[in-house]
């Protein structure tokens, strides 16, 4: 893995980045599994080896689908699972962040958001696309109700179990395991899946957070997957290939 600059001007950030990732800055990608480039417009991963080499993974929610999204959020499937209504705030936490989707699409809705991120890059990608959002008049104010922490979240679920420091929901995305037929999964999350990969602990993380959460927890699985741990949820919101498992607390 290493971090490629394309202008003079991006080396102090190259260099702050790769310190936090303990990579090396390339002037060549030749032979990394890896690649993170630093433009003057974003920050982006590729996979040179992947099945989508010339693909580009980052986080965007000023422009395309994000931008669309925003306007037409009364219609997601999310916002009715968390139980969001109309003048409602929620505290959400978001214990698996990833690139922030899901996030921005509640904030831009009025919750207070807590996202977490334990990958290193996929934070990486994920604090720079709502660092680009607070600088963006359409979305400055979005971006102020999300507070971003990279760290693992069922050690951050256990510190707040039993507190006071409890969020009305607890939102969970795990990675969906890889599809044998690529063309099902779009590029950016075979991406995704090439770089974080299987990840062991969903049972345990649902769990945690149901010992945490003050209101509600919210799984989004694909729509014919079986129950996370096999813990039935108390009711599921359906979509054409996505639910969302509600568990009340």
């Known amino acids: ?9 991006q080396k102090k950030r190259a ?5 936090t990732l303990e990579v090396p800055i390339i002037t060549d990608s030749a032979g990394l599994d ?17 099945s989508a080499p010339h693909a580009l993974v980052y986080a965007e929610f000023v ?4 931008g669309y999204r ?22 959400v936490l978001d214990a698996t962040g990833g690139l922030g989707k899901d996030s921005f699409l509640m904030a831009g809705s009025g919750c207070t958001m807590h996202v977490l991120e334990r990958n290193p890059v996929v934070a990486a990608l ?10 963006h008049t359409d979305t400055r104010e979005i971006a102020a109700r999300i507070t971003f922490s990279a760290m693992d979240a069922i050690q951050y679920l256990r510190g707040i179990a039993g507190t006071e420091n409890r969020f009305d929901v607890v939102y969970l995305d795990p990675m969906y ?19 974080i990969g299987h990840e062991p602990d969903t049972e345990q993380l649902l769990n945690t957070a ?21 813990i039935a949820p108390s009711h599921s919101i359906k979509g054409k290939t996505t639910r969302f498992d509600v568990y009340m607390i």
């Open 70 to 91: 925003r306007k037409r959020s009364s219609r997601e499937m999310l916002l009715r699972a968390i139980g969001l209504r109309r003048d409602q705030q929620l505290s």
């Open 210 to 230: 149901l010992a945490a959460a003050g209101k509600r927890v919210v799984v989004k699985r694909p729509r014919t997957a079986p129950s996370l741990g096999d």
């Open 177 to 195: 395991p890889a599809r044998n037929k690529s063309r099902l999964v779009k590029k950016e999350m075979q991406m995704l899946q090439e770089l």
């Open 34 to 50: 890896i690649v993170l480039t630093i433009t003057r417009d974003r920050l982006s991963l590729s996979i040179p080896g992947s």
């Open 1 to 9: 893995m290493g971090i490629f600059y394309t202008e003079p001007g």
């Open 126 to 135: 994920l604090q720079d696309g709502l660092r680009r959002a607070s600088e």
């Open 15 to 19: 260099e702050l980045l790769a310190r």
């Open 63 to 66: 422009k395309g689908p994000a």
